[in-house]
C-alpha cells in the first residue's frame, strides 16, 4: 500500500531489524565475507558489508511484493522500471520463440528482474526452486513471485526442466553465492 520509496525503506528497516537478531546469519556471513576477501578486508568492513547485505535483502523482498502488486503490471508500463543494457539482444531474445534457460543470481533485485522477465515472456515459464521451510512463508512467497507460473522442486528438478524445456516454456534457475543451483528464496516466473 506505500508508496515504492516508502516501501523501499521500510524492506531496508526490516533488513536492517533482522540483522540485529540474527546473529547466527550474521557470524555466518562475516565468516564467508573474511573467506572470500581474506586480509584485505577488515573485521569491521566485513561487518558493515554483512548490514548492508541484510539492507538490501530487505529492500529486495519489499521491491519484489511491492512490484507484485503494482496495477501497472497488466498494462506493459512496468517497463518503465528498467533500462535494458543491450535493447538489440533483448529484443532477439524475446523475438526467439524458442524455449530459454535464464539463470541468475542473488544481486540487487533479482526476484523483479525474473518477474519482469516473466511478463516480457507472456508467463511462459517455470523455476527451478527450493520450497521455503516454513509452510506460510513458502505459500505467500509461491503467490508472490510464481503467480500462475511454474514451480518446480530443486531436488530432482531436471526431468522436469527438462518437460518444461520440451513443452516451449523457459526455465530460470537461481544460483547459490557457492554456484549451486537454487539459493535460499525461491524464483518466480
Known amino acids: 500500500f506505500l508508496p515504492w520509496n516508502a516501501a523501499c525503506a521500510l524492506g531496508s528497516f526490516y533488513g536492517l531489524a533482522a540483522w540485529t537478531v ?3 546469519a550474521r557470524r555466518a556471513g562475516l565468516v564467508n ?6 586480509t584485505s578486508m577488515s573485521r569491521a568492513e566485513a561487518g558493515r558489508a554483512v548490514r548492508a547485505v541484510f539492507a538490501s535483502l530487505g529492500r529486495s523482498l519489499a521491491e519484489g511484493i ?19 543494457e543491450d535493447p538489440d539482444l533483448e529484443a532477439r531474445i524475446l523475438a526467439d520463440p524458442r524455449p530459454k534457460v535464464f539463470v541468475t543470481g542473488h544481486l540487487g533485485s ?3 528482474a525474473m518477474q519482469m522477465v516473466g511478463l516480457a515472456l507472456g508467463g511462459r515459464g517455470a523455476a527451478v ?17 510464481y503467480g500462475d507460473g ?30 549451486g543451483r ?4 525461491p524464483l518466480f516466473f
Open 182 to 185: 537454487s539459493g535460499p528464496f
Open 129 to 145: 526452486a527450493r520450497r521455503v521451510d516454513n509452510p506460510f512463508l513458502d505459500a505467500l512467497a509461491r503467490r508472490v513471485r
Open 66 to 84: 511491492r512490484f507484485s502488486a503494482a496495477p501497472s503490471r497488466a498494462g506493459g508500463s512496468w517497463k518503465s522500471f528498467y533500462d535494458a
Open 22 to 24: 540474527m546473529g547466527t
Open 150 to 179: 511454474a514451480f518446480i522442486e530443486k531436488r530432482g528438478a531436471v526431468v522436469p526442466a527438462l518437460a518444461a524445456l520440451r513443452s516451449g516454456r523457459s526455465v530460470a534457475v537461481l544460483l547459490d553465492e557457492n554456484g
Open 33 to 38: 565475507f573474511r573467506r572470500a576477501f581474506g
Open 110 to 112: 533479482w526476484e523483479v
